[in-house]
Every structure is written in C-alpha cells, then in structure tokens.
C-alpha cells in the first residue's frame, strides 16, 4: 500500500517520523550481492538527506540484480512503514520480502523462507512512497532482512535510500549479544591504575 | 585475526600418487593441510576448519568445520589416493557446508588444492565463482601437481569471479625442491589478509628459512624466555670446553712429538719381563700362581710408569739388544733357563733333603735327634740355605 504526501512538509516534521535511523545499528549492517563491500551503510541516513546521492549507493553486481539486506537495531523498534529510493532506467527494485528477527539468511534461504511480508514496489526517485507494515507483526523488531529478489529490467539493482517510520522502544531482544569474553589472556585488557602507573603490582 | 570458518578441498585423486613432490603430491598435500589447520586456529581460538575429499568415490566431507585440530589430523591419516577430481561438485559441497556453519558470524572461506587436471569448462567454474561472490563466500586456490592446458587460465578465471576486495588468492606451486607447505607459509593463503600474520605464520616461517629472523637459536626470547637462556648459556659452556679441550690437544701435541717412542717399548719390556719371572714362578711354585702373578706384574708394571727405568732401561736395553743379535738372544735364554735350573736342583736338593731326613727317621737305629745325624741334616740345610740367599739376589736383580 502506497501513501502520497499530498501536503508540503513544512507544516509538520516529516523527518522526525523517520527517525528510525538513529536506531539502527550501522557497524553491524551488512548485504549480500554489492558490488561494493560496505556500501550498504550509505543508505541509511536522515529523511531530508534521501535524496542525497553524493555518498554513495548499494548496487548490485553486474548481471545479477537479486539483493538481500540485514539491519539489526540497537534496540527493540516497532516498524510502521518502508521506504525505498531506488535508481532509474529499472535498476529500482520490482518486489521487496522482509524477514523479522532472524540472523544468517543467505540467498538460499531468503528463496525458500516465507517472508513476514511481501510488496510489489514501483518506482519511487524521490523518496515520497512508503510501504506500510502490518503493525501487529513489527511489534518487537530486533534486526530485519529485506530481500530484493529482482529489479524492473536493468542490469543492477540500485538503491539510494532505505528509511523506517515507526517507534523504538527502549527495550533490547538479546542482551547476551554484546559481551566479549577472552579465550587467551591479553595482559593490555588487565591494565589497571596501579599496574600501569608504576605500583607494587607488575604483571607480566 | 578474522574470525573465520574454513573449508578445505583435498584431491585426493589418482593424479596425487605422483613423486614430483616429496615425498609424494598426496603426502605434501596432507603437510600442507595440517599447518593451514594449525595456522586459522592459532591466529583466532573461535576459528574452524573442515576438511572435504573431491576424489574417491565422490565428494565426501571428512570432518565438519572444527576448531579441534586433533580431529582434522587423525581424518587426514589413512586417506586412500584413487578416482577423479569433481572441482564443481568440492566447491558447493564445500559451500553448503559453511552455510551450516555454527557460528553464523565467521566469514566463510574455502581453500581449494587443485592437482589433477579440470575437466569442467570455463563458463560452469565462472558461475560458481559468482555464486559464491554472491554470498561473500572467499576462495583461495593451490594449484599444484599436474600443468594441463588450461588450468591456469581456468582457475584465474575462477578467481577473477570469486574476488571481491582481495579477499581471495591463487598461489602456483612448481615442483621442485621446496616443500609444498615451505612455499605456502609464505603467501597470503596463509598469513591472512594483509594483517600482518598471526605469531604462529611468522615463527612458522622464522622456522622454514632456518631460524634466520634474528632469534640465536630459532626460539623467540619473547615467547621462551628460559628456554633462550638455557640454550645461550649451554652454548657458552659448550665453547668454553671446547676451547679447554683445544688446548690440552696443542699441549699434549707438543709432549707427544718428543717422547713418542718411549712408551710403546715400555710396554713390550714390561711383558717381557713379567713372562720370565713368571717362568721361574712356574718351576718353583704351583702353576695356579702363575697367572695372578703375572695379572700383578703388569698392574705393578702399569702404576709403576718411570719410577723404576733402570729395571725398565735394562730390560729394553735386553729386549732391544735381543732383537738385534741372536746370539744374545740365545745367551738371555739359557741364562733364563739356568735360574730355571737351578730353580730345578734347588727343588732336587729340597726334595732330596726331605727325602734324606724321612729316610732316616725311617731307618732304624737312626735317630734324627742323634747330634751327628743333626749335624749333618744342618750342614745339608745350610747348603741349600746358601744357594737359597744366592738365588734369591739374583731373583731380585732380575726382577
């Protein structure tokens, strides 16, 4: 379902509805299929910056137009509405599929898996049609995987801008996630005020 | 130390029972897969490694990727060599594989030994290479063994689609008199991605280039400081000895040109002298001490050394003179001979003596407490008592 902003956005902020992006966990985001390794992360910037091309874009490789995108979240969000920018001449994506929750999709798996949700995308060059969610299943959004299977004809598949409308909440799914624990003892991590300061205490 | 799970391809085809690899290419190939193995899991402790076979029978995956190096060495053990390389069939096998990895969050790499010759076109490896870019799977390739038409080209082409950031390497290994795994320690299939290398590649390496990396004794003072101490001191009491020991060579060096002859003749002497002592020793006493006599003669002999040189001088000058003339000769043997005989009338006039002295007690009317009979008996005693004091000079004289 599309929504058209039939009103100018200085009445009211649009970019705070899209404010998703601060939640997003940007050294954690990763794509399968670019061209480019690590240029996934542009795309993920302010509403007002959608149209902003000068940073760089996700594309795909020659050839193969399929994309597949993993966003984890710092903390539980609840996700009302997508929005894709994608880039001219068909290398916008046609069909979009978005996993909840699940880590490690490949290729293989996003084909076989049933998708939480599936759109048929049009073109969209300037970022004003959004995608909206079936709220009740983006209720608690730790990491989504947007799965691009095909694009309208091009030879690659280019995108832009990727934003999420919706709220976070404060919550975390998977607190374990975060702690880093040693296998071999490195004296540099062991580093305290009296060893370091020339104490009593010396380790080695 | 990316954290990474890795797969290993080996041929374990026909191809593989070739020597132009010492020992043989399947036995370099094993060499090789146990330091890669040692290598991923020392550089990061969460890294693991499987191994896959592409001959035999089929593809075949020996071991799940593991961080248990004990296990990838006992299946690399008892490989049997046979069939024909599959290279399409490894490479996604080996994929599926790292898919069902445990730990979603290792970057998948595979490594590939390619000795037998390709029999699968161009375009089919091509689009693998792309799969496996497509799911950001790195591929590093050994191409070995046999040089076929193509192979190069192939497996260059195969790394051309693979490749996404230099994350994936080939390395061509010539036969030749390096190691399979010598020349591998060196390039980026086992020192990692431009990080450097982990310890373990360096010492590795340090180790293959014989220890010349600036350690004294191939043993890295960080790592081992006793270690290094122990062996530089060793080395220093090693040289000190030796140096000791150079020494009293050059001094004895010095002694032994001079008095080079003396000793060996001594040694002759002594035996000679032993054995004619030894000879009256027979004729006087019993044979039993004959040969304790003459064991203590040259234990005498042996501790003696040059105190007594006159008894020495003159049995050389005796055993020399000897050699020499044999009449002399002749006159040192009957003259041996005569203390031999007297030894012999001494014994006579003993047993004479004795003999004497029963017959009279025996005879009767004969009393040997008779003064004359006494008399007699003494005059007889005295006799041999002379001969006695005369042979017992000369005994000691010669002796």
Request: with cysteine; hydrophobic share 35%; net charge negative.
């Given at each position: 379902?599309?929504c058209?902003?039939?009103?100018?956005?200085?009445?009211?902020?649009?970019?705070?509805?899209?404010?998703?992006?601060?939640?997003i966990?940007?050294?954690?985001?990763?794509a399968?299929?670019e061209?480019?390794?690590?240029s996934?992360?542009?795309?993920?910037?302010?509403?007002?910056?959608?149209l902003?091309?000068?940073?760089?874009h996700?594309?795909?490789?020659?050839g193969?137009?399929?994309?597949?995108?993993?966003?984890?979240?710092?903390s539980?969000?609840?996700?009302k509405?997508?929005?894709?920018?994608?880039?001219?001449?068909g290398?916008?994506?046609s069909?979009?599929?978005?996993?909840?929750?699940?880590?490690?999709?490949?290729?293989?798996?996003?084909?076989?898996?049933?998708a939480?949700?599936?759109?048929?995308?049009?073109?969209n060059l300037?970022?004003v049609l959004?995608y909206?969610?079936?709220?009740?299943?983006?209720?608690?959004?730790?990491?989504i995987?947007?799965?691009?299977?095909?694009?309208?004809?091009?030879?690659?598949?280019?995108?832009?801008y990727?934003?999420?409308k919706?709220?976070?909440?404060q919550?975390?799914?998977?607190?374990?996630?975060?702690?880093?624990y040693?296998?071999?003892?490195n004296?540099?991590d062991?580093k305290?005020k009296?060893?370091?300061?020339?104490?009593l205490?010396?380790?080695? | 130390?990316?954290?990474e799970?890795?797969?290993?391809c080996?041929?374990?085809s026909?191809?593989?029972?070739?020597?132009?690899?010492?020992?043989n290419?399947?036995?370099a190939q094993?060499?090789a897969v146990?330091?890669?193995?040692g290598?991923?899991?020392q550089?990061?402790?969460?890294?693991t490694?499987?191994?896959?076979?592409?001959?035999?029978k089929?593809?075949?995956v020996?071991?799940?990727?593991?961080?248990?190096?004990g296990?990838?060495?006992?299946?690399?053990h008892?490989?049997?060599v046979?069939?024909?390389?599959?290279l399409?069939?490894?490479?996604?096998?080996?994929?599926?594989a790292?898919?069902?990895?445990?730990?979603k969050?290792?970057?998948?790499?595979?490594?590939v030994f390619?000795?037998?010759?390709i029999?699968?076109?161009?375009?089919?490896l091509?689009?693998?290479?792309?799969?496996?870019?497509?799911?950001?799977v790195?591929?590093?390739?050994?191409d070995?063994g046999e040089?076929?038409?193509?192979?190069?080209e192939?497996?260059?082409?195969?790394?051309?689609?693979?490749n996404?950031?230099d994350t994936?390497h080939i390395?061509?290994?010539?036969?030749?008199?390096?190691?399979?795994?010598d020349?591998?320690?060196?390039?980026?299939?086992?020192t990692?991605?431009g990080?450097?290398?982990?310890?373990f590649?360096?010492?590795a390496a340090?180790a293959?280039?014989?220890?010349?990396?600036g350690?004294?004794?191939?043993?890295?003072?960080?790592?081992?400081?006793?270690?290094?101490l122990?062996?530089?001191?060793?080395?220093?009491?090693?040289?000190?000895?030796?140096?000791?020991a150079?020494?009293?060579?050059?001094?004895?060096?010095?002694?032994?040109?001079?008095?080079?002859?003396?000793?060996?003749?001594?040694?002759?002497?002594m035996?000679?002298?032993?054995?004619a002592?030894?000879?009256e020793a027979?004729e006087k006493?019993?044979?039993?001490?004959?040969?304790?006599?003459?064991?203590?003669?040259?234990?005498?002999e042996?501790?003696?050394d040059?105190?007594?040189?006159?008894h020495?001088?003159r049995d050389?000058?005796?055993?020399?003179a000897?050699a020499?003339d044999p009449?002399?000769?002749?006159?040192l043997?009957?003259s041996v001979q005569?203390?031999?005989?007297?030894?012999n009338?001494?014994?006579?006039?003993?047993?004479?003596?004795?003999f004497?002295?029963?017959?009279?007690s025996?005879?009767?009317?004969?009393?040997?407490n008779?003064?004359?009979?006494k008399?007699?008996?003494?005059?007889?005693?005295?006799?041999?008592e002379k001969?006695?004091?005369e042979?017992?000079p000369?005994?000691?004289?010669?002796?």
């Amino acid at each position: 379902m599309a929504c058209m902003h039939d009103h100018s956005c200085e009445d009211h902020d649009c970019s705070s509805n899209w404010s998703l992006y601060k939640h997003i966990d940007l050294s954690k985001v990763s794509a399968l299929n670019e061209a480019i390794p690590g240029s996934v992360k542009s795309v993920f910037k302010a509403w007002e910056q959608r149209l902003n091309f000068s940073e760089g874009h996700l594309e795909s490789n020659d050839g193969d137009p399929e994309l597949l995108v993993f966003v984890p979240f710092t903390s539980d969000v609840k996700i009302k509405s997508i929005s894709i920018v994608g880039g001219a001449d068909g290398a916008s994506p046609s069909k979009m599929r978005v996993f909840i929750n699940r880590e490690g999709i490949d290729f293989s798996d996003a084909q076989s898996m049933q998708a939480v949700q599936e759109w048929d995308m049009v073109e969209n060059l300037h970022g004003v049609l959004e995608y909206q969610t079936r709220y009740s299943k983006f209720q608690s959004v730790a990491n989504i995987t947007l799965h691009f299977p095909d694009n309208s004809g091009g030879d690659t598949t280019q995108i832009y801008y990727i934003g999420f409308k919706g709220e976070a909440t404060q919550l975390k799914r998977d607190v374990v996630a975060t702690i880093v624990y040693e296998l071999m003892p490195n004296p540099s991590d062991h580093k305290t005020k009296a060893n370091s300061s020339g104490g009593l205490s010396h380790v080695e | 130390m990316v954290l990474e799970a890795t797969m290993i391809c080996v041929d374990n085809s026909e191809w593989m029972r070739n020597g132009d690899y010492a020992p043989n290419r399947f036995q370099a190939q094993a060499d090789a897969v146990n330091l890669i193995c040692g290598a991923k899991t020392q550089s990061n402790p969460e890294n693991t490694v499987g191994v896959l076979t592409m001959a035999g029978k089929g593809v075949r995956v020996l071991v799940t990727p593991t961080s248990d190096l004990g296990k990838i060495l006992a299946c690399m053990h008892g490989l049997e060599v046979g069939g024909e390389m599959d290279l399409a069939a490894g490479i996604q096998v080996a994929q599926l594989a790292l898919k069902h990895r445990q730990n979603k969050k290792q970057q998948q790499r595979i490594i590939v030994f390619a000795g037998s010759p390709i029999k699968h076109d161009k375009k089919l490896l091509e689009m693998i290479g792309r799969k496996l870019k497509k799911n950001s799977v790195a591929l590093d390739i050994v191409d070995f063994g046999e040089e076929d038409d193509g192979k190069p080209e192939k497996l260059e082409a195969v790394l051309a689609s693979v490749n996404s950031n230099d994350t994936s390497h080939i390395v061509h290994v010539p036969a030749g008199p390096n190691a399979l795994s010598d020349v591998l320690i060196n390039t980026p299939i086992f020192t990692g991605d431009g990080e450097g290398g982990s310890g373990f590649a360096a010492a590795a390496a340090a180790a293959a280039a014989g220890g010349v990396s600036g350690f004294d004794f191939g043993v890295d003072p960080n790592l081992d400081p006793e270690l290094a101490l122990a062996l530089r001191v060793s080395m220093e009491e090693e040289r000190a000895r030796q140096e000791a020991a150079a020494k009293k060579a050059a001094e004895e060096a010095a002694k032994e040109k001079g008095g080079e002859q003396q000793p060996t003749l001594q040694d002759t002497a002594m035996t000679e002298g032993p054995s004619a002592s030894a000879a009256e020793a027979n004729e006087k006493k019993d044979d039993l001490m004959d040969d304790e006599n003459a064991l203590l003669q040259r234990a005498l002999e042996m501790s003696m050394d040059d105190t007594t040189s006159s008894h020495d001088m003159r049995d050389t000058d005796m055993s020399e003179a000897a050699a020499d003339d044999p009449n002399l000769q002749l006159a040192l043997q009957l003259s041996v001979q005569e203390g031999a005989k007297e030894g012999n009338e001494m014994s006579k006039l003993l047993a004479d003596q004795s003999f004497v002295s029963s017959i009279l007690s025996t005879l009767p009317g004969v009393d040997p407490n008779d003064p004359s009979v006494k008399d007699l008996l003494a005059s007889m005693q005295n006799q041999s008592e002379k001969k006695d004091e005369e042979k017992g000079p000369n005994e000691d004289e010669k002796q």
